[in-house]
């Protein structure tokens, strides 16, 4: 549907008013419709025809134009009534030994069943301005006007989009820093092709024991502290996303990698792998999830509008609210880059540990960072008469063993964050 056709079907859906004071558009009265709909004693019209297009007409329509968020296909569609989705898995059970007395035949075996809350948690507004002279002056040709149209909801629709392309990104991120996530080391498959081969071969093993019932591809034990039994699960390929950063995928053979899924590569980049710019952790390479891992749910999608009077314009509001969370009760690998820094033959593992006042928070709650990766978190509830003290790894000083103080070189007091670019020992993160 072009302009013309817009302009036309806003008209013959408009009210008699309307129909009566603007013409029907062809290709040469352009600037006669305009006239009309932005005429000063027509300020009906001309909400009338703004409503319309807004809350009719362009989505549906200028859609094609606007940037779309590589991970919307993980998203689960609009929530039902009221603000909170629950995640609810029943896990595997043990066999009994069978008992020919039926002894136990009144006994209640009740199913491990576990569960998980989601509420929304993302309420934006988008507002953009729009005057008389603006709309006046896209009426000069139909090239202004759809100039201007795409001003108005491209701004809207891909500011929203770009942050929900974040947020979910973030998530990942989130799951990681609240141990929700398996990790599995690799050597960085951007420095070499052996490194990509081994890689690709890493994400085969991984994605081919998703498939069998195990507890080996879930963190859930670790995600929460009030269950105890781990959660046996699989996931079939078809239920499995590989999320890869682009820099990745130009180093990797992608023929392997979709082989590894048993699709052709137009198959398996259409339905399985997910490309994105790069990952909020930068030592992320990649994900390999069950699509039920992001818990995405729309709440609300509406436009409202407000017209100043005394002003003169009109404010236009594109209201988001969903629902963005993880699920730990599904299988979900994070692949992660590692080295071997001290080169004594081994990529260890180093432990984080936190000793924090009360009313401090750490945002990232993992225990363990790898070696040659890197690790951050933000410190929050941090007072100004507070030290804030961060060692890694110790020296020897007058035959004592000392904790190397890094604080200087990796805290940031303004902000609370701490970033530590090369992990290459034991972390200890002290508030007092």
Known sequence: MNLQEILNTIRENASEIYQQR????????????????????????ANEFMSTLLNMIIKPVLHSKLFSNPLK???????????????????????????????????RSLPDTKTVFHRMNRKDRYKITSSPEMLAKAFMSYEALESYLATLINTLYNSSELDEFVLTKQLIKEALDNNAMKVVTVADPLLSAENGKEFIKTVKTISGDMVFPNANNNAYLDAQSADDKALITFSRKNEQILIIDN???????????????????????????????????????????????????????????FENGEGLYKNYYLHVWQTLAYSILVNAVAFTVASDEDEDGTVETFDVTYSLKTGVKSSNKRKTAIEGGAYSTTLSGVKGTD?????????????????????????????????IDVVTDDIYITVA
Not at 395 to 412: A, C, H, K, L, M
């Open 22 to 45: 603007v013409p029907e558009a062809t290709r040469a009265n352009i600037q006669e419709v305009g006239e009309a709909i932005t005429d000063p004693n027509n300020a009906v019209v």
């Open 73 to 107: 296909q993980l998203k689960k569609g609009k929530k039902p009534l009221g603000d909170t989705i629950e995640e609810i898995y029943t896990n595997f059970i043990k066999a009994e030994t069978y008992d020919p007395t039926g002894s136990h035949l009144l006994q």
């Open 247 to 305: 820099a990745t995928e130009v180093s990797v053979n992608v023929d392997v990698l979709a082989s590894v899924f048993n699709m052709t590569v137009a198959e398996f980049n259409d339905t399985r792998k997910i490309t994105i710019d790069a990952f909020p952790d930068p030592d992320v390479r990649a994900v390999l999830v069950d699509e039920a891992f992001f818990q995405i749910y729309d709440d609300l999608l509406t436009f409202r509008e």
């Open 387 to 419: 030290t804030v003290t961060v060692t890694m790894g110790t020296e020897t000083v007058e035959e004592v063993e000392t904790p190397i103080d890094i604080t200087d070189e990796v805290y940031d007091a303004d902000s609370g964050k701490i970033m």
